[in-house]
Nanobody, 123 residues
Framework: QVQLVESGGGLVQAGGSLRLSCTASGSIFSINDMGWYRQAPGKQRELVARITSGGVTNYADSVKGRFTISRDNAKNTVYLQMNSLKPEDTAVYSC?????????????????WGQGTQVTVSS
């Protein structure tokens, strides 16, 4: 079907930057919204940022002005540029994509998720 593979997580000091990438592969016709969520230990998963196929974006208030989401439709890839990182940004970041794909003789639409990548910001 479809797989989402993330990369770019790691350990960074407060005030630093990281760039996450997530690429979708498989029997894809097209991709609608793509986004990033995060989950910190003991907390619920929360939306970080989303982007439509046309490039319209929205962000969590906590990351506005620091994070930027973008996508390359030709590469089926979404990016998250994270600047001015804070210790409270520490979490597992997961990408998601609403994908129109083929399976057998059918055409389907479904939300897919990546495996998650750890981002740790030290103070």
């Amino acid at each position: 079907q479809v797989q989402l593979v993330e990369s770019g997580g790691g350990l960074v000091q407060a005030g630093g930057s990281l760039r996450l990438s997530c690429t979708a592969s498989g029997s894809i016709f097209s991709i609608n919204d793509m986004g990033w969520y995060r989950q910190a230990p003991g907390k619920q998963r929360e939306l970080v940022a989303r982007i439509t196929s046309g490039g319209v974006t929205n962000y969590a208030d906590s990351v506005k002005g620091r994070f930027t989401i973008s996508r390359d439709n030709a590469k089926n890839t979404v990016y998250l540029q994270m600047n001015s990182l804070k210790p409270e940004d520490t979490a597992v970041y997961s990408c998601t994509a609403n994908v129109n794909y083929r399976s057998g003789f059918g055409r389907f639409s479904k939300d897919f998720w990546g495996q998650g990548t750890q981002v740790t910001v030290s103070s």
